[in-house]
């Protein structure tokens, strides 16, 4: 099945539940001394697409002559990416073009100032949107009244990275690799018990993406609608028990409780059997492993459907000059199109949103020929649900409350019904 018609099969579903969650032409040739400057923010480190970045930057650059593009690493994700964002609106210092993520899309519309999207194409481009994506891919970047705010950028999903030779040291076939959550257990204790390494770990950033999953894949949910109001709903026995599994696997040393820094170089040192996180790590795991990567679907639980949140991000405009605001949309343009697509997609992972990608005999075709691992991506793509998304002013302290109570649970400092029940509770406070 062609990549885009997945796509926009898969977001059928996801975008239904509302409450979860070309290139460019070159320069006009001004000269170097007018040239109209504009920052770009983004949450790619150099291990997860930061060189990509630069490359895609000077390329700009390079054949814009009348526009320079300066870009900036935001730490912590989307989370440290927002609060910077903020803060730099709060002081009149904005960039022009940011990396937004999909949790954050409730957020960025009730309290950022941003510039509509669909105001520039249609001053500039009259159709592009319409043009160049499907209309469930382009939802992924809408409020649940069907606002445009941004355009979808990077789509992810979680995968299952597996270390092949810890798999053989401890007597595991990784040609026959853990499909639901208790064989994951099962062989992570294997892998602690024959080799002394740790057999699991999941992804600890600034968010809860990859612990959605997991809650979701059990039957639980995130959030859920009550007389018209947004509530926690991640205190559920589906949710304990998901999380309880991975507080179970830290306690007993097959599972890795730890940063990603530490849990993703143990990974590529060949000291974890395996790791969950975004297949947006796939291009940095298979350039920086002494061994051969493989990712697999993400994993179920026994007798339940798999679900997927569609990670990754959107584009957003803020600048507010409008030689800017041109400016932004040229090097938005220039990101989305195809060549600049393949080339983000192929140094990070990330599935692209544009139409045709897919084509038959095209650049981003020939890499899912040759890669099994996106393939395995790319087959989860009909179990996808949308990214949980807190509305409201107090969007990103409830975000925290989250991840903080994934340490206090991965810690053992309480059990994960108890510390669930009672973030559940702080969150409803905040909502």
């Known amino acids: 099945m062609k990549l885009s018609k997945t796509l926009a099969l898969a977001l059928a579903g996801v975008l239904s539940l509302g409450i979860m969650g070309c290139g460019s032409q070159a320069g006009t040739g001004g000269s170097a001394d007018k040239k109209v400057k504009i920052e770009y923010w983004h949450v790619a480190a150099e291990n997860f697409g930061g060189q990509t970045v630069k490359q895609l930057v000077e390329e700009f650059n390079k054949s814009h002559p009348d526009i320079e593009v300066t870009e900036k690493y935001n730490p912590d994700m989307y989370k440290g990416l927002t609060q910077n964002l903020q803060a730099a609106l709060a002081s009149g210092k904005n960039p022009d073009v940011v990396q937004m993520g999909y949790s954050y899309l409730n957020y960025a519309n009730d309290n950022l100032k941003y510039t509509d999207i669909n105001e520039l194409a249609n001053k500039y481009d009259k159709g592009y949107l319409q043009e160049n994506f499907l209309p469930n891919v382009l939802a992924l970047a809408q409020t649940e009244s069907g606002k445009q705010i941004g355009l979808p950028y990077s789509v992810s999903v979680p995968v299952l990275y597996i270390n092949p030779d810890l798999f053989q040291k401890a007597g595991l076939d990784p040609n026959n690799p853990p499909k639901t959550w208790s064989e994951v257990a099962k062989d992570a204790a294997i892998i602690k018990e024959k080799t002394g390494d740790p057999g699991f ?3 600890e950033y600034a968010d809860n993406w990859a612990q959605q999953a997991l809650i979701e894949s059990n039957g639980g949910q995130m959030l859920k609608k009550e007389n018209g109001k947004v509530r926690a709903a991640f205190d559920s026995p589906e949710a304990a028990q998901a999380y309880q599994l991975l507080a179970d696997m830290v306690k007993n040393g097959s599972g890795l409780h730890a940063t990603n820094e530490e849990g993703f170089q143990a990974f590529i040192s060949g000291k974890v059997g395996m790791v969950c996180t975004t297949i947006g790590k796939r291009a940095n795991f298979e350039k920086s492993a002494n061994f051969k990567v493989i990712a697999e679907p993400f994993p179920v639980f026994d007798g339940k459907a798999r679900k997927v949140p569609a990670g990754g991000n959107f584009l957003m405009c803020f600048s507010k000059d409008p030689a ?39 650049a981003f075709k020939k890499v899912i020929d040759g890669n099994k691992n996106i393939q395995n991506a790319l087959s989860t793509m009909p179990d996808l649900v949308k990214w949980a998304s807190f509305p409201g ?22 059990s994960a019904a108890d510390a669930l029940k009672e973030t559940a509770e702080k969150v409803n406070a905040l909502l």
């Not at 932004?328 to 080339?343: G, N, R, V």
């Not at 002013?393 to 309480?414: H, M, P, T, W």
């Open 393 to 414: 002013a107090n969007g990103l302290k409830a975000e925290q409350l989250l991840i903080d109570v994934r340490d206090v649970i991965l810690s053992g400092k309480e």
């Open 324 to 362: 800017k605001q041109k400016a932004a949309w040229e090097f938005i343009k220039f990101l989305e199109s195809k060549e600049a697509l393949t080339k983000w997609s192929t140094g990070t992972g990330y599935l692209p949103p544009r139409k045709g990608m897919d084509a038959e005999g095209s």
């Open 201 to 203: 770990f999941m992804q």
